[in-house]
């Protein structure tokens, strides 16, 4: 184990599953796996499916993770790559039957079931599945959702949403990414000139890229490689499926209120994430939809 974290140095090994694969517990018996290939390491948690860390080898780490983020079962950890599903944001109402819902939706709370995993030529592939009984009678309909997390020189996370109910089902979400980056000399190129911006609900237009006092936008998507670049980091980030990336980085005055967020951590981080955010994209009986980022 090499990644630094305080909640990450503390957990027990349980189990080596393969050359390439070790789980560990914390205290509270949650678990966490470790994959360690020739090409990258990466950490992630069964509570959310929730990638923690992600370090192609001879590289810096790509994530972010809050040092003072609480890994506890009802809490949603800060950092690292969230998954935001049924829907993106704050809750509605399009879920016909559902009345309230947390912000970003049920999955990152919940504790995923690693159901596969394997080893090809130059990446490791787990399968993840969130359960879905209890999800299924709060939602009102059937469902399966899967998360492929594909490690290697690329870290490839696929959430792939099946209705398997008689119904159209409507569906949003967001690969919510927190990448490493020193705010103060960020670059970000890619993104499309224009977008909505989630703090004064007003549409901007912005040629080149630069932060508000509080960043929170939702742009277009395009079929561009957007790419953050400071003076320690370079990230490539490819979103597929998506109909908006969103940008966010609460900025001091929010983030120094927010409990698991350590002192001036809001400048070591920008959120860039593949989502599917509009309320009425629907997903027909029998059919899928993936919500892809692949990061290099
Ligand atoms: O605090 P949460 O629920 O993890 O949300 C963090 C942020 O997530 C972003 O995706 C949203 O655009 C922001 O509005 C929100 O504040």
């Not at 994959?35 to 001879?58: C, M, Q, R, W």
């Not at 090809?120 to 059937?142: H, K, S, T, Y």
């Not at 109909?243 to 809001?266: I, K, Q, R, T």
């Amino acid at each position: 184990m090499s990644f630094n974290h305080p909640n990450i140095a503390s957990l027990n090994l349980i189990k080596k599953h393969h050359l390439f694969l070790s789980e560990y517990q914390d205290a509270d018996q949650q678990c966490y796996f470790f994959v360690e290939t020739p090409f990258a390491e990466l950490y992630i948690a069964s509570h959310g499916a929730h990638v923690l860390s992600y370090k192609p080898k001879d590289q810096a780490e790509l994530l972010w993770l809050s040092d003072t983020s609480a890994f506890t079962p009802n809490k949603a950890i800060r950092g690292g790559v969230p998954i935001c599903w049924p829907f993106f944001g704050p809750y509605k109402g399009q879920i016909t039957g559902l009345e309230t819902a947390p912000n970003h939706g049920f999955a990152r709370t919940q504790t995923w079931e690693l159901s596969n995993f394997e080893s090809l030529d130059d990446e490791f592939v787990m399968l993840w599945r969130l359960p879905n009984a209890e999800l299924q009678q709060i939602l009102g309909f059937e469902f399966e959702v899967e998360y492929k997390v594909s490690v290697g020189k690329q870290l490839k996370l696929e959430l792939t949403t099946r209705n398997l109910s008689q119904d159209n089902i409507v569906i949003g979400g967001a690969l919510h990414s927190y990448f490493n980056a020193d705010i103060t000399s960020l670059r970000v190129d890619n993104l499309a000139n224009h977008y909505l911006d989630s703090v004064d609900k007003k549409s901007k237009q912005q040629q080149i890229f630069s932060l508000s006092p509080q960043t929170d936008r939702i742009y277009p998507s395009n079929d561009k490689v957007i790419s953050l670049r400071d003076q320690h980091h370079q990230v490539s980030i490819e979103n597929i499926g998506n109909d908006s990336v969103v940008v966010w980085n609460p900025g001091h005055d929010l983030a120094s209120g927010m409990a698991d967020v350590h002192e001036n951590a809001e400048q070591q981080y920008l959120c860039v994430e593949s989502a599917q955010s509009s309320i009425d994209f629907v997903i027909k009986p029998g059919t899928s939809h993936s919500l892809i980022q692949v990061i290099r």
